[in-house]
């Protein structure tokens, strides 16, 4: 079995930077070379939004504030400034 670790958060004063890590106990790099690992915001009272996809490229309309890095089995979310608009439950998601 896979096991995931995300590290908790509390979202710091807005125009802060804040992150967040997971990591995985095996390794999401596939044999094409794409590492399935997509990080996810769940705003109150709205859908589920997809912020970043395979590790570190931003989804459509997402701020450039917002952006992903890691290989392997180690990634992070990073939040370059805080806004008030960015409160709410941050996901990731892997594909095997």
Known sequence: DIVMT???LSLPTPGEPASISCRSSQSFLKSNGYT???WYLQK???STQL???LVS???SGVPDRFSGSGS???FTLKISR???EDIGI???MQNL
Do not use: K, M, R, S
């Open 72 to 74: 392997g089995t180690d």
């Open 82 to 84: 805080v806004e008030a």
């Open 36 to 38: 399935y690992l997509h």
């Open 51 to 53: 912020l970043i996809y």
């Open 90 to 92: 941050y996901y990731y």
């Open 44 to 46: 109150p009272g709205q």
């Open 6 to 8: 995300q590290t908790p």
């Open 57 to 59: 490229n931003c989804a």
